[in-house]
């Protein structure tokens, strides 16, 4: 047999439904302008809702017997992806992109975990934005602002140009939109960044009036290629600085870069507002897919899993679960008994929290019978230490 797989999906947001999972090719075509990937698909398997939301405690077999590798074309990779069926009209919906394989589909298990959904807010937006002043091509941004609205992001920028007169300066306005990133093979962004909206307007240096006029002219026509580049740019800053912004959560707080074997999928983008209503937020709901276990891939201490049960019940951010965090790890990993209950903790959770999240009622339950006593418990303990 070519390939025999499972697949477990532990899902914090209790909404994944029915998946469907393609192993294929996929090639890049050039020519047009912009290089664009192309998929073929292979095998496939329909996953239900049920079995999905079943899967963290009793993993779904994927196999095939034919042969994907070698690949019809030299040009072509293998790759397996897994993608909400209701999000494949959309292009959206995405839970695992294998990137590039270059042999036959693995048979290690693919392990996701679908976190519950982060708001971005300005705040955010803003600081994932390159630090100023930084260059692009023949131009240089001194200022970037930014605003949500909506799922876009608007932009302002200002700064110069070598294709300007001496002394010119420039004003750009556009808009960018956000779409999740459908290559199985670019897994490192897991964003895709449009521009529309431009509107560019060059502002005269002394003695530059006239030059600076035809440039405004065909305004079009000058910033066309600059603002591609432009984009690019944004695109890689937004991706790296949601990449960042995921693995310091997960690491509470402290700063982190995402491993590079896990890949970050989108499954939806919404417009939102903040939770204490202090401004709009962009809504993103993703999930951490890898090859032989998402946890394991974090470093000793940074674990994503410890706290599944509360965080199952309570949610990510709950003072809850924050005051658990806390008790494991400036408590309980001070000594041998802890450690090892952690890690016991770590083994026999996720299937738990995965029954858990499917029931607000259980939800409930787990939360005033277990976690709040347990978050209480470690507060006077600590108090007394």
Known sequence: MACNTTISILDFSSSVGATRVTAGHSWTVVGGREPEERLHDGPTADLTGPQVQASATTPVPFSYAIDLWPAPHPAWSTAIWLQEVRGIPAGDGWLFRSGRLANEVPSQPIDIIVAPEFLVDNTMIGAAMPAIPFVTGSTTVTSIVTSIVGTDISVTAT?????LPPGGTFTLTCTLSLFANGSVQDTAEPF??????????????PGGGFSTAIINLFADAFIAGRADSLRKQLQARVNSGVLDMVATRINRGTPSTMPSDV??????????????????????????GAF?????????????????????????????VNRLRRFRDETLRRSRFGQSFIRLYETISPPVAASIARTQWRRQLVLFAIVRPAAWFSAIFDRKA
């Not at 700064?159 to 294709?163: A, S």
């Not at 895709?192 to 509107?199: C, D, F």
């Open 159 to 163: 700064g110069t140009d070598t294709g």
């Open 192 to 205: 895709l960044v449009r521009m529309s909206n431009i509107n560019f307007t060059a502002i005269a240096g």
């Open 263 to 288: 890949v970050l999928s989108i499954r939806k983008i919404r417009a939102a507002t903040m939770a204490d209503g202090s401004g709009p937020a962009i809504g993103l709901s993703g999930a951490l």
């Open 292 to 320: 032989n276990g998402v946890a394991s891939k974090f470093p000793q201490g940074t674990n994503p899993g410890p706290c599944f049960i509360a965080t199952a019940a309570a949610g990510e951010y709950s003072s809850e």
